[in-house]
């Protein structure tokens, strides 16, 4: 018998699909426009490497975050109608697919709207001039309001997700621009003062994926609302690679370009605005604020996904608003600022996750092969290996492996397919559940 998350899953029916430009191309690229991916783009990458190779790398890793990360769950996706949840039964298990991807997704998700909510609560406290902290009652009222209203609409769906990433999405886009306008003079005074380019080239592709890692596994979820192919292909190729290009490659040029035209030393995205002054400077807390909104919203809506597929008996709504009511409390204690590092190690799991399910995509010609029985071992041990391989520069290892470790995103997503097709030929691949009836066919 299969367990409650997959024979109670309904597909995705046609009749609530929509176009790439609707759904998911503003969805993801809201998520690169939350001020998180590009506050510190430029730190320690245009000191070594010169800028057009920073650029190639972006585009590299505009490119790779697609094809690699998110190409193959949002075909799964599409071609089934159901979320990654339940895709993933197949590389982990009907029992093994609880944990991974099923939970832990959701957990995740949970974890950084518990970050998120932080540092917007602070960003709204910075523009109104309040110092209150963490624990008062005005940082606590704000944390609420804020996490319970981005709850509410990542609840009710990624057409509403999408609709305010076209609205908000505006936002970051005109004061990236704005800014970069601004710095443009002092570009061409940029000087690498510190020359490895490989180093620079590889920590910019990691940083890049290793924030979009767990996006790229959702893409099931987002999938899942596309019509065809050519949904998962446009919306990916302009709401990732495009995106991409746009909110890190303005904001690196705008940091070396401040530093050689205001002659300062830090590599924050908000000093450079500090620096120009003026009423953009003034606003720019609520504005960071603002842009903070689509990957509010994102996360919830994965959470929910997460939540009410695993846990069918109990309603979205209320599994996700259980889980927000958490991150609210971290977010209001302080905790969550202390978390970065712990999400960032948890989210290093999604790159042999997609790894190891692009592996079982391609092994069965390109489709979903059906939940598979128990625990796929040839799933657990693609995570394990590359795992292990994704947290390598996160250990006490010398600078030099701790240097040619990166892109350690890439390197667990490479080991994590590796590893599921040899033990998957080695027969560790548990056999198929029938499941044809309740897949959508296209």
Known sequence: M????????????????????????????????WVAFYQFIAKDTI???????CLLALAVAGLLSYGLFCYVPAMLGMKTG??????????????????????LMGVLQIGWFAVGT???????????????????????????????????????????????????????????????????????????TDPQPFVGFTLLIQGVIGFFATAGAAGADFGMNSRNARDVKL?????????????????????????????????????VIGAIGGGLATA??????????????????????????????????????AGVTVAIVLAITGVAANLIG??????????????????????????????????????????????GVGILPFLPVSPEVRKYSQPAAVYSFIAGFAVYAILAKAGMQPAAVPLAEKVATR
């Open 284 to 321: 720019m807390f609520f504005l960071f604020a603002i842009a903070s909104i689509p990957p509010a919203c994102f996360c919830a809506f994965i959470a929910g996904n997460s939540f009410s597929t695993m846990i069918p008996g109990v309603p979205r709504i209320s599994s996700t608003m």
């Open 82 to 103: 159901y979320p990654l949840y339940v895709v993933g039964s197949s590389t982990f298990g009907t029992a093994g697919g609880y944990l991974m991807p099923g939970l």
């Open 342 to 387: 712990f999400f960032s190690i948890v989210g290093a799991s999604f790159g042999p996750i997609c790894g190891a399910m692009a592996a079982d995509y391609l092994l069965t010609g390109r489709k979903w092969a059906g939940p598979r029985g128990g625990v796929n071992w040839a799933g657990y041990g693609a995570w394990a290996i590359g795992f």
């Open 235 to 271: 919306g990916g190729l302009v709401g990732i690679s495009l995106a991409v290009m746009y909110a890190a490659g303005l904001p690196l040029l705008s940091v070396a370009g401040a530093r050689s035209l205001f002659h300062i030393q830090e590599f924050g995205y908000d000093v």
């Open 2 to 33: 299969l367990p409650g998350y997959i024979s109670k899953a309904v597909p995705n029916p046609a009749t609530n699909r929509a176009p790439w430009y609707a759904n998911t191309a503003p969805s993801y690229a809201g998520i690169f426009l």
């Open 118 to 192: 932080f540092f917007s609560t602070q960003y709204i406290l910075s523009g109104i001039g309040s110092d209150a902290k963490p624990g008062s009652l005005l940082f606590g009222a704000i944390a609420v309001a804020w996490g319970y209203s981005m709850a509410y609409i990542g609840v009710m769906g990624i057409q509403y997700v999408a609709k305010l990433s076209l609205f908000i999405n505006a936002i970051p886009l005109v004061m990236i621009l704005v800014v970069f306008l601004k710095t443009s003079a002092g570009i061409g005074g940029h000087v690498v």
């Open 47 to 53: 000191t070594r490497a010169d800028l057009g190779l």
